[in-house]
């Protein structure tokens, strides 16, 4: 049989929130660990909630390596069948098929096609931002993280705001020590494979909700179930059913990122997340007026199609809203220093706005539903908590648009 290279996972340098490294697989693929309760919810997804969700590619059995000097690296180990796997856009009910990876790992005793193992560097990690996304990146050179707020200072400030996300390679990092400490080498994990929701933008500008009025599972410890309830009384998930889990948006000014954790997130008042929202549709010149009709229009479509969705509870799931930071010169309005301005003077059609930005619901490892694998509870009716912030998000965007 013809012979396939290992894949080797790279850090997915756009992801701003969750604890879960996400990897990237191909241009078009990301993958993360799998959890049963989120396959079977991408297995059974209903078709209306499609278009709202990355698009499930199937599984891959990943592979933990060691090199002579101790880096570790994530290796996925490809069938026969993975370009054909990578590009199911056109497959009919793309959504829910499923291709199971047939994967066995087979270490290569070919010096000649020995797979290069190294570890993620400052300089790898710069080039591969770099490689996907264009755009001008002053980078730090180091990347420590710590439990606070990283990108601020104790005014307010942002020093860090000339570099990358650093959140995803953060999680990269914690999550290869964890599974070093946990498995030997010769372990196969395996991994969903899901479609990269923002590959198709140059500079992608993201910002990660987390939604609803309750966070914790049904299967939490007492412990855990106390700790996320702590989480949502003490920020916006209680007030408005939404609170903000990370973000980066592109500065046109500047040609750099402007990115926020999700411990700024939590710290956040109502007043507080309103004006995130704002400078998230700010690209340091003026505010991006021309996305907020269409990112209006997605939500209440998002929320018509949850209202119809009985017994589905989305506990601890994310909404991702992606837009590209590079503008188009017909969208360009002035800059006005009170960021005031006229409702959206549109000159495109709405088919053209819808384009410009993308809505997905994200991180389903603790949803439930009735005929679930995994269910532990049926609920009857839709998720109110996650409705409930929805309605407030679309309230709050629909102020901005007004100027209020």
């Not at 499609?50 to 690296?73: A, C, E, M, R, W």
């Not at 990269?172 to 946990?182: A, G, T, V, Y």
């Not at 372990?187 to 009025?213: A, R, W």
């Not at 997905?360 to 409705?387: Q, V």
Request: net charge positive; hydrophobic share 30%; glycine share 6%.
């Amino acid at each position: 049989s013809e012979s396939r290279t290992a894949v080797l996972l790279e850090p997915f340098v756009h992801q701003v929130g969750g604890h879960m490294s996400m990897m990237k697989y191909d241009e078009h693929t990301v993958c993360k660990p799998l959890v049963s309760q989120e396959l079977s919810f991408y297995e059974s997804l209903p078709l209306a909630m499609s278009q709202f969700t990355p698009q499930y590619k199937g599984i891959v059995s990943v592979h933990l390596k060691k090199d002579s000097l101790g880096n570790l690296t994530l290796i996925a180990s490809p069938s026969l069948q993975t370009e054909s796997c990578g590009r199911l856009d056109n497959a009919v009910g793309g959504s829910s098929v499923t291709i199971w990876h047939k994967c066995k790992w087979a270490a290569s005793t070919s010096t000649g096609s020995e797979h290069a193992l190294v570890k993620w560097s400052h300089t790898q990690v710069t080039k591969t931002f770099k490689d996907s996304c264009p755009g001008k990146m002053l980078l730090r050179t180091d990347l420590p993280y710590r439990t606070d707020s990283l990108l601020e200072d104790t005014n307010g400030n942002q020093p860090e705001r000339n570099s990358y996300n650093p959140w995803g390679l953060h999680c990269h990092r914690q999550h290869l020590n964890r599974m070093s400490s946990k498995h030997n080498e010769n372990k196969l994990h395996q991994f969903l494979l899901l479609e990269n929701v923002v590959s198709k933008y140059n500079y992608p500008c993201i910002l990660d909700l987390k939604m609803g009025t309750r966070q914790h599972g049904d299967d939490a410890s007492e412990e855990k179930k106390a700790r996320h309830i702590k989480k949502c009384e003490q920020s916006t998930s209680a007030s408005l059913g939404v609170r903000i889990c990370g973000l980066q948006v592109y500065q046109a000014d500047t040609g750099h990122f402007l990115c926020k954790d999700k411990y700024y997130g939590r710290k956040l008042s109502p007043e507080g997340f309103r004006q995130t929202l704002r400078q998230f549709l700010c690209n340091g010149n003026h505010l991006r007026t021309d996305l907020l009709e269409p990112i209006i229009l997605r939500l209440k479509a998002l929320l018509s199609v949850i209202r119809k969705q009985s017994s589905y509870r989305f506990y601890s799931s994310s909404l991702l809203i992606i837009y590209d930071g590079q503008e188009h010169k017909e969208n360009m309005a002035p800059l006005d220093n009170h960021l005031h301005f006229q409702k959206t003077n549109c000159t495109t059609s709405h088919g053209t706005n819808h384009s410009k930005v993308d809505i997905r619901m994200i991180d389903f490892a603790h949803t439930t539903f009735k005929g679930s694998k995994c269910n532990h509870t049926t609920y009857d009716g839709p998720d109110h908590g996650y409705i409930f912030g929805l309605e407030n998000l679309i309230k709050i965007l629909q102020n901005i648009s007004e100027g209020k």
